[in-house]
C-alpha cells in the first residue's frame, strides 16, 4: 500500500515535470518567433532607412521638439509621413542602432500583438526610440499608447497618423502627454528647391509683408519663379509627383483613398453611405469655390441638411476641402465658401475646364492656412487674414482693369516682382 502511495506521488510528480517541460517549451517557442519577428522589423528598418529618398529636407524637421516622449504627426494621405518618419531615423541613428526601430500597423502582425507589449520586447532589448506608422489601424491604439507613456518611462514613441484623427477630442487618455504636428504637402518653396538644387529659406508672413522687394531681389538671380510655378499649381503639392506614374490617376487613387479609408474607418461611418459622400465631395468642387446650397446639397444626395455639414467637416479633416467663415464664425454654421484643398485636386477630379483665378486663389488660402486664419464675408473680393489684413488675389496682366487700394495687399499672379501693396502670389508659397 505504502509502494503504491509513493507510485502515485511519483505520478503527480512525472505529470507536473511533463506539464512543466510542454509550458517551458511553448515559452520557448513563443519566445523564439517572436524573436524572429523583431530580427525581421530590424532587417526591414535598416533596409528602409537605407534607400528613404527624401531630397528635400522638411521644415517640420526643424519645429519638432524631439525631446518629447509622444509625439503624433498628422497628415493626409500622399504627403510624406513615412518618408519624414524614415528621415528622422536616418538623421539621428546609425542604421544598424537599434535603438531606433520603424514598424507600419499594416503589418498583420499586430492583428495578433498589441502595441504595448511589442514596445515593451522592444526596450527589454534595449530599444528607445519606437517610430509607430499609420497607427490608427491598430484596435485601441490611443490606449495601447497610454499603455506605453505609462510603463516605459525610458521610450520615446513617434507615430503618424490620418488628418482626420483627432487626437485630443476623440482620445481623452493622450490628452497631456502627446504632442500633435502636422505635416502638409510640398510648398512651392520646396517644391522650387527640389527642381532647381536650390536651398531657399522660409519667411515668415510679416517678413514677406515688410521685405519683399528684398527677399525677390535675393530669389531672382538664381531661378525664374515663373518657370516652375504653374507646374507646382498643376502636380507639386504631393511628394509622389516623383513617381514614375501617371500623377492624376494616383492622386484620384489617394483621394478615393482618403474618403474609403481615411473618413469611414476613423469616423466609423458604414460603407453604404460612401456614396453620398462622394457625390456630395465631386459637386462641391464642380460648383467651384463658392457658399455650398446646403439644403440642394442635401436633396441631392438624399440625406439632412445635418449631415452634409458633417460630410464637408470630414472632407475638410481629410484635407479635401477647406472651409471659409466670415470673421467670428466657425462649424457647423453655413461657411462663406468651401473651395478644394490645394490646386492639385482641381486637375484631378475636373480637368476639362480649371479657371486660373480659382487655381490662383486656392493656392494662396492653402499656402497661409498652416499657421494663419482666412476669413471672408458674402461676396467681399477680399481674403481677411489673421482678423486684420485684407488680401486680393488677381491678375497682374489685369492691372488696367483694377482700381488699387491702399489698405488692401494684393497679391498678383502672372509677374515675379512686386512693389508696395503688390506682392507676387508665388512668394506666399515660400511660407513654409
Not at 59 to 71: A, K, P, Q, S, V
Not at 116 to 136: T, Y
Not at 193 to 201: A, I
Not at 403 to 410: E, G, V, W
Request: net charge positive; charged share 25%.
Amino acid at each position: 500500500m505504502q509502494d503504491f502511495a509513493i507510485s502515485a506521488l511519483q505520478f503527480r510528480v512525472f505529470l507536473q515535470f511533463r506539464v512543466f517541460l510542454v509550458t517551458l517549451r511553448q515559452f520557448l517557442k513563443a519566445k523564439q518567433r517572436s524573436s524572429s519577428f523583431m530580427e525581421a522589423f530590424f532587417r526591414t528598418h535598416r533596409y528602409l532607412v537605407e534607400h528613404v529618398n527624401a531630397p528635400v529636407r522638411r521644415l517640420l524637421m526643424d519645429e519638432i521638439n524631439w525631446n518629447d516622449r509622444m509625439i503624433g504627426i498628422k497628415g493626409t494621405r500622399g504627403v510624406g509621413k513615412t518618408t519624414f518618419l524614415l528621415q528622422y531615423a536616418k538623421e539621428k541613428f546609425d542604421v544598424n542602432d537599434r535603438q531606433c526601430l520603424y514598424v507600419n500597423m499594416n503589418n498583420f502582425y499586430f492583428q495578433g500583438r498589441g502595441i504595448a507589449d511589442f514596445a515593451g520586447e522592444f526596450c527589454r532589448r534595449g530599444g528607445r526610440v519606437l517610430l509607430i506608422d499609420q497607427v490608427f489601424k491598430q484596435p485601441d491604439w490611443s490606449a495601447e499608447l497610454r499603455k506605453c507613456y505609462d510603463l516605459y518611462p525610458y521610450l520615446k514613441i513617434v507615430f503618424t497618423g490620418s488628418s482626420v484623427m483627432r487626437l485630443k477630442d476623440e482620445n481623452p487618455e493622450l490628452n497631456g502627454i502627446v504632442k500633435s504636428y502636422n505635416l502638409r504637402g510640398f510648398s512651392f518653396r520646396e517644391f522650387i528647391n527640389l527642381m532647381t538644387g536650390n536651398n531657399f529659406k522660409a519667411y515668415t508672413l510679416e517678413e514677406i509683408l515688410r521685405d519683399h522687394e528684398r527677399i525677390i531681389k535675393q530669389i531672382l538671380p538664381k531661378v525664374s519663379p515663373n518657370r516652375y510655378f504653374q507646374d507646382y499649381i498643376h502636380h507639386g503639392f504631393y511628394p509622389f509627383f516623383q513617381e514614375h506614374r501617371n500623377y492624376s490617376e494616383n492622386l484620384l487613387k489617394t483621394m478615393n483613398m482618403m474618403t474609403e479609408v481615411d473618413i469611414l474607418l476613423i469616423k466609423q461611418i458604414e460603407l453604404k453611405y460612401l456614396t453620398k459622400i462622394k457625390k456630395l465631395f465631386y459637386q462641391l468642387a464642380e460648383g467651384g469655390p463658392k457658399a455650398p446650397n446646403v439644403s440642394k446639397l442635401a436633396e441631392n444626395i438624399e440625406t439632412s441638411r445635418a449631415t452634409v455639414m458633417n460630410y464637408i467637416k470630414y472632407l475638410t479633416d481629410a484635407r479635401l476641402l477647406n472651409i471659409i467663415y466670415p470673421l467670428g464664425e466657425d462649424f457647423p454654421k453655413k461657411p462663406s465658401k468651401v473651395m478644394l484643398h490645394n490646386s492639385n485636386l482641381l486637375y484631378a477630379i475636373y480637368p476639362i475646364h480649371v479657371e486660373k483665378q480659382t487655381a490662383m486663389e486656392t493656392f494662396f488660402v492653402n499656402s497661409l492656412w498652416k499657421d494663419h486664419k482666412v476669413n471672408q464675408s458674402g461676396h467681399d473680393p477680399f481674403y481677411l487674414v489673421d482678423g486684420r489684413l485684407k488680401f486680393r488675389v488677381c491678375d497682374a496682366d489685369a492691372r488696367n482693369k483694377m482700381r488699387y487700394s491702399p489698405d488692401i495687399i494684393y497679391a498678383r499672379y502672372n509677374t515675379e516682382i512686386g512693389k508696395g501693396n503688390q506682392i507676387p502670389l508665388w512668394l506666399f508659397g515660400f511660407l513654409y
